[in-house]
């Protein structure tokens, strides 16, 4: 690959952020990645100081939503060096995503340098407290402009990293939604592509206003299954045992879903990927089997889950999830090198 050309800001902003105090998703480092792609290849890796980018009105990302992304964070351990949570999951992810969405792949090596140098760049700013991380967001788009409607010929793809303070999981409670689906079969629920995101946002507002944290999306075709919480995968526990909905090309292919069934794994628990009904749920609640329920993500870590609100009443789920918050504890720990790595997750940035 090309080499990555580096232009550093000349005025750094890290004195003006209050680590103590940082507004989640507002705060952006002083430097982002970027690499252009045209006539069919990826050119001119660089990093630049953080800036805006020129947008023609007629970028087809705008109109068509070729746009795609990744969630991940950096953490620091204990010798203040910068580690990263399993990469090359979100480098193969994100061309999962590319190819659903009709756009280019991207060299993984271009996505594991890009990231290391900026991170290394960046490093001051992840924070040192813990439960903090720097959270870092690569994305790709089509930026060519032209109405017509078919794949764009040119990209963007960058990597921009903001630091996110400690996450005080409160205990959530989901609204099981019957009228909007989140992703069918056949459509693009697996990719972590933009547009899903906007489709989740009317029925996440609606459900906010009835006093819910997240929705609970079901199966586009029966509205029976139960597929993922909010922005998040989804895990039951019910007696001893974990079920997590199969993955089946509607539910997002989760890097956090993936580490905690390893977790539970092995930590002695039985995880079974499949199909799982709201009715169940249901049911192991009324005969006192369901004992948690959690959600998975990069940004929130595990969301414990209290409550599920169903057009027909409440399900009660747990007034604590001490298997969810042990595997939180630990998944936590070895992002920051305090326990032991034993899958090789971590990443260090050198
Ligand atoms: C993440 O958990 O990293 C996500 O991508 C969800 C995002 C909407 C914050």
Not at 37 to 46: A, C, F, G, V
Not at 174 to 181: G, N, P, Q, R, V
């Amino acid at each position: 690959m090309e080499t990555i050309k580096i232009t550093k800001t000349k005025h750094s902003k890290l004195s003006e952020l209050d680590f103590d105090n940082i507004p989640l998703g507002k705060i952006f480092t002083d430097h982002m990645f970027i690499c252009d792609y045209e006539n069919r290849s990826w050119i001119n890796p660089r990093i630049v100081p953080m800036q805006n980018i020129a947008t023609h009105p007629a970028t087809m990302a705008l109109h068509y939503g070729q746009a795609i992304f990744e969630g991940m964070k950096a953490t620091l351990n204990a010798a203040g060096e910068p580690l990263l949570f399993r990469p090359e999951k979100n480098a193969a992810r994100l061309n999962t995503s590319a190819v659903r969405m009709g756009m280019p792949e991207l060299p993984e090596e271009i996505f594991a340098e890009g990231l290391k140098q900026l991170v290394s760049l960046d490093r001051e700013w992840i924070p040192k407290k813990k439960g903090s991380a720097m959270y870092l967001r690569p994305f790709m788009y089509a930026d060519e402009h032209f109405i017509g409607m078919r794949a764009a010929t040119t990209y963007k793809f960058i990597i921009i990293c903001s630091p996110a303070g400690p996450y005080f999981s409160e205990r959530i409670k989901l609204f099981a939604e019957k009228k909007y689906i989140r992703a069918a079969h056949g459509g693009t629920g697996e990719a972590k592509a933009a547009g899903n995101y906007a489709a989740a946002i009317l029925p996440t507002e609606k459900a906010k206003a009835k006093g819910y944290n997240q929705v609970l999306w079901l199966d586009a075709a029966e509205h029976k299954y139960i597929e993922e919480v909010g922005t998040m995968n989804i895990f039951f526990k019910i007696n001893g045992k974990f079920i997590t909905p199969k993955r089946d090309g509607s539910i997002l292919d989760g890097i956090t879903r993936m580490s905690v069934i390893d977790l539970l794994r092995h930590k002695g628990f039985e995880v079974t990927e499949r199909p799982i009904t709201l009715d169940e749920i249901k049911e192991a609640s009324e005969n006192g089997t369901l004992e948690e329920a959690f959600g998975t993500g990069t940004a929130v870590g595990i969301a414990y889950i209290q409550e599920i609100g169903t057009d027909e009443g409440t399900i009660h789920v747990s007034d604590d999830s001490p298997v969810a918050k042990e595997v939180n504890d630990t998944l936590n720990a070895i992002k920051i090198g305090e326990s032991e790595d034993v899958f090789g997750w971590m990443v260090p940035v050198s």
